[in-house]
């Protein structure tokens, strides 16, 4: 496993070198939804009973977080890779199709993780989330970053172009994530919408990591669980015959 550790080493150090924009802007970012949807709507809206919404906001604006910089971490780090060329390091040398995808997304889990525990640092003082279930926590955070780490690989992996990307993240990943629940409860929306967001896998991951603070939920934490989980399994069987292929890599 020497050249997956080694893969494993430049991923890390590619986002850690760069940590003002890789780490600290989404916190800022984070911060400033906070306070202006809590400003907003702290008097207005109880998600949860016995919840102040500042409270509600704060593990949704983490696990949006994390969510969007896993994506973004293995995305751009391979979309750099196949324009600048230098991909063809990574290709050549005996790396299996596992140890480079392994590398990519635990890279990108890291960085989730980093970016959500600086958000939580920053923003639960301003209301201090009750932690009622850490293990649903840790669960929630490390799969959902898993699925967009591994949507990140495929989106580096289909696209040729820059802008390609940029669609793929703004028409895929931005929606999914801004309609799963960050902001409301999904039992607020209309009875269409309420069966559309059910559809939403984004809103699993939300949901789950938000019971683990609150032990309230909009659906049960297992049906999250076994969506997440699933979704996890498809999405790295579908990268990893990817790879195995070398599809838009190896040509």
Same mark, same amino acid.
């Given at each position: 496993?020497?050249?997956?550790? =080694?893969?494993?080493?430049?991923? !890390?150090?590619? +986002?850690?070198?760069?940590? +003002?924009?890789?780490?600290?802007?989404?916190?800022? &970012?984070?911060?400033?939804?906070?306070? %202006?949807?809590? #400003?907003?709507?702290?008097?207005?809206?109880?998600?949860?009973? /016995?919840? *102040?919404? =500042? @409270?509600?906001? %704060?593990?949704?604006?983490?696990?949006?977080?994390?969510?969007?910089?896993?994506?973004?971490? =293995?995305?751009?780090?391979? !979309?750099?890779?196949?324009? &600048?060329?230098? %991909?063809?390091?990574?290709?050549?040398?005996?790396?299996?199709?596992?140890?480079?995808?392994?590398?990519?997304?635990?890279?990108?889990?890291? *960085?989730?993780?980093?970016?959500?525990?600086?958000?939580? @640092?920053?923003?639960?003082?301003?209301?201090?989330?009750?932690?009622?279930?850490?293990?649903?926590?840790?669960?929630?955070?490390?799969?959902?970053? $898993?699925?967009?780490?591994?949507?990140?690989?495929?989106?580096?992996?289909? @696209?040729?172009?820059?802008?390609?990307?940029?669609?793929?993240?703004?028409?895929?990943?931005?929606?999914?994530?801004?309609?799963? /629940?960050?902001?409301?409860? !999904?039992?607020?929306?209309?009875?269409?919408?309420?069966?559309?967001? #059910?559809?939403?896998?984004?809103?699993?991951? %939300?949901?789950?990591?938000?019971?683990?603070?609150?032990?309230? $939920?909009?659906?049960?934490?297992?049906?999250?669980?076994?969506?997440?989980? /699933?979704?996890?399994?498809?999405?790295?069987?579908? =990268?990893?015959?990817?790879?195995? &292929?070398?599809?838009?890599?190896?040509?």
């Amino acid at each position: 496993m020497q050249g997956f550790s =080694t893969l494993f080493y430049k991923e !890390i150090l590619r +986002f850690w070198k760069v940590s +003002f924009q890789t780490v600290a802007a989404p916190v800022l &970012t984070a911060v400033l939804y906070l306070l %202006i949807f809590s #400003h907003v709507l702290e008097s207005h809206v109880e998600a949860y009973p /016995g919840v *102040r919404y =500042t @409270a509600f906001l %704060i593990p949704g604006l983490a696990m949006m977080s994390m969510l969007q910089n896993a994506f973004a971490n =293995t995305s751009s780090s391979l !979309i750099q890779s196949k324009i &600048t060329g230098n %991909i063809v390091y990574i290709l050549l040398p005996p790396l299996s199709h596992l140890e480079f995808f392994l590398a990519y997304v635990l890279a990108a889990v890291v *960085r989730g993780l980093v970016v959500g525990s600086g958000v939580l @640092a920053v923003t639960m003082w301003l209301a201090w989330p009750e932690f009622k279930y850490p293990l649903w926590i840790l669960a929630f955070a490390l799969l959902g970053s $898993s699925v967009m780490a591994i949507l990140g690989l495929i989106a580096g992996i289909w @696209a040729e172009k820059f802008d390609q990307l940029a669609a793929f993240q703004n028409f895929i990943i931005v929606p999914l994530t801004f309609l799963s /629940g960050v902001f409301y409860s !999904i039992h607020s929306l209309p009875a269409f919408w309420l069966g559309v967001s #059910h559809l939403n896998p984004v809103f699993y991951m %939300i949901d789950g990591f938000r019971y683990g603070f609150f032990g309230a $939920s909009d659906v049960s934490p297992w049906l999250s669980l076994a969506v997440v989980s /699933g979704t996890v399994v498809v999405l790295a069987a579908f =990268t990893l015959q990817l790879l195995r &292929t070398g599809y838009k890599l190896k040509h």
